[in-house]
C-alpha cells in the first residue's frame, strides 16, 4: 500500500506540469528511438550481408589440385590432373561432415545463337547438386539436367538471366539450340536470377551443363596436347593450304600428316576434372569436414604418410569472419553513438528533478513535518524520474519502430525487428531513471524541515 500511494504521489506531482515533464522524456525519446531503429538497420544488413555470403557459399571447401613443374617451370595451383569425379563422389559418401559436393569442369568461349553471340563470364560443366551447393534455388524456366544426361553426355545446358536476355530477346529460350565451340546444346532451362556477388560479378551470365559433355566434346583437348582444360587447337599453327599435298610417308605404317592433325583432331578423354566444390553441414563443421575430406583425398590418391598433399582445400572462413566483424564494429558504432543520446536525456531528468526539488522544497518540508520519512520522500522522487524514464522508452520504442519502418519502405534498406533491443531499451530506461534521479531524489530528503518550511 505505501508503494502505491508513493506512486500515485508521484503521478498527482507529474501532472501538475505536464509541458516541463514531455520537454523532460523528450531526450529519452529520441536517445532509445535511436537505438532502436539504428539496432533493426544494423540487423536487417547483417542479415543482408549473411544472406550474400551464403550465396556465396559461406560453408563451400573449393578443393582444387595442386601444382605441377614442367621443366623446372611452376604451372601454378590447378595444374595437376589429380582430381576425378569419383573423388567427388567418395567425398560425398565417405564424409559425414559434408552435406553436398558437385565436381567443375571450366570452359572459356563464345556462345552463338542465329545471329547473335556472347562470352558469359562462366561455363561450367557440373551436376545437379551443384544448385545445391551454391544455394541456387529453384529454376526460373524449365528444368535442370540430370544424372542420366551426364552419363550419356547430352548436349544440354542450363543458362543464367542474363545470357537468356542476350541471345533470346524477348522470348523463351527453352528448346531452343545454342552453338559452343560448334557444338549444339540444347536449352532445358532458365537458372532464376541471383543478381551480383560481393565482388561485383555477374552470378547470371552463366551456362550450366553436364561435366562429361563440357569434357569431352567443348574442352577435349587433341593428341598432342597434355592438360585438357586448356586446350587451344592445332589449327592456328598450321595452314592446310600451304600443304595441300604432303609428302610422301617414309615409315611402314602411314601417319597422320600434319593438315589431317589441324583439320580432325583426336579428342583424348581424361576423367579430370578442375575443382570440386563441398558444403559443409555448418559453420561449426567446416573443420571436420576439410579433415574427412583431406583423409579421403590421400587415401584415393595412395599418398605415403609425410608425402605433401596433391590437392589444394580452401575455404570462406576468413571472408565471412572479416564481413561479419565488419558489420558488428558498424552496428556497435552507431549504437554507441545512440546511447549519447540516452546520457544527453538522463542528464536533462536529472536537471529538471533538481528543479522540482527546489520549486517544492516547502511540500516537502510540510510532507516531513506530518511524519513523512525521508525513505518515502527518497521513494517518491526515484518513482518520479523512474515513471518519466519509462514513459519516454516506450515512446522511443514506437517512435524507432517507425522510423525504421519508414526506411525500410522509402529507402529499401533492410531491417529487422531486434527483440534484444526492445528490451535493452526498456533497461536503460528504468537505470537511466534510477541513476540519474537518485541524486534529486538524495537531496530532496536530506532537506531539514523546518528550513524547507521556511523556504520562500
Not at 537458372?191 to 551480383?196: C, E, N, P, Q, S
Request: net charge positive.
Amino acid at each position: 500500500m505505501r508503494i502505491y500511494r508513493t506512486f500515485q504521489t508521484s503521478m498527482r506531482a507529474l501532472r501538475r506540469n505536464p509541458m516541463r515533464a514531455s520537454l523532460t522524456t523528450l531526450g529519452i525519446v529520441i536517445g532509445v528511438g535511436a537505438v532502436i531503429a539504428m539496432m533493426e538497420i544494423g540487423a536487417g544488413s547483417s542479415t543482408q550481408i549473411r544472406k550474400g555470403i551464403s550465396s556465396m557459399g559461406s560453408n563451400v571447401l573449393l578443393i582444387m589440385p595442386a601444382a605441377t613443374t614442367t621443366s623446372g617451370v611452376n604451372l601454378g595451383s590447378g595444374s595437376a590432373l589429380t582430381l576425378t569425379p569419383q573423388d567427388c563422389e567418395a567425398i560425398l559418401h565417405e564424409c559425414p561432415a559434408v552435406l553436398t559436393a558437385a565436381p567443375i569442369v571450366r570452359a572459356r568461349t563464345q556462345i552463338v545463337c542465329g545471329g547473335r553471340n556472347w562470352v558469359p563470364n562462366q561455363i561450367l560443366g557440373t551436376t545437379p547438386e551443384f544448385l545445391e551447393v551454391r544455394q541456387w534455388g529453384r529454376l526460373a524456366e524449365g528444368e535442370m539436367f540430370t544424372e542420366r544426361d551426364i552419363r550419356n553426355s547430352n548436349r544440354v545446358c542450363v543458362i543464367g538471366s542474363t545470357v537468356a536476355r542476350e541471345l533470346f530477346p524477348g522470348r523463351s529460350p527453352i528448346g531452343k539450340e545454342i552453338r559452343l565451340k560448334n557444338v549444339n546444346f540444347r536449352v532445358t532451362g532458365v537458372l532464376a536470377t541471383k543478381g551480383a556477388n560481393m565482388m561485383g560479378m555477374d552470378q547470371d551470365d552463366i551456362v550450366l551443363a553436364p561435366w562429361s559433355t563440357i569434357k569431352n566434346r567443348v574442352t577435349g583437348s587433341a593428341l598432342e596436347n597434355a592438360n585438357q582444360s586448356m586446350s587451344s587447337g592445332t589449327s592456328s599453327s598450321v595452314n592446310t593450304l600451304s600443304n595441300l599435298y604432303p609428302s610422301g610417308q617414309t615409315s611402314l605404317y602411314p601417319q597422320r600428316s600434319e593438315v589431317q592433325i589441324a583439320n580432325y583432331p583426336m579428342p583424348v578423354r581424361f576423367t579430370n576434372v578442375d575443382q570440386i566444390l563441398a558444403v559443409a553441414r555448418d559453420t561449426q563443421s567446416i573443420p571436420a569436414a576439410m579433415q574427412q575430406v583431406t583423409e579421403v583425398l590421400r587415401r584415393r590418391h595412395h599418398l605415403r604418410p609425410g608425402q605433401s598433399d596433391d590437392f589444394d582445400l580452401r575455404d570462406m572462413t576468413e571472408m565471412s569472419n572479416m564481413l561479419t566483424s565488419t558489420t558488428s564494429l558498424m552496428t556497435n558504432l552507431l549504437l554507441c553513438v545512440a546511447t549519447i543520446s540516452l546520457v544527453v536525456g538522463g542528464v536533462g531528468i536529472m536537471n529538471t528533478m533538481l528543479v522540482s526539488v527546489t520549486e517544492r522544497t516547502r511540500e516537502i518540508g510540510l510532507r516531513m513535518a506530518v511524519g513523512a520519512q525521508p525513505k518515502d520522500i527518497l521513494r517518491q522522487f526515484l518513482v518520479e524520474a523512474v515513471v518519466l524514464c519509462l514513459l519516454g522508452g516506450t515512446i522511443g520504442i514506437a517512435l524507432g519502430r517507425g522510423v525504421s519502418t519508414l526506411v525500410r519502405m522509402l529507402l529499401g534498406w533492410p531491417t529487422e525487428l531486434s527483440l534484444p533491443a526492445v528490451v535493452a531499451a526498456v533497461t536503460v530506461s528504468a537505470s537511466v531513471g534510477i541513476v540519474f534521479g537518485y541524486y534529486p531524489a538524495w537531496k530532496a530528503s536530506r532537506l531539514d524541515p523546518i528550513e524547507a518550511l521556511r523556504y520562500e
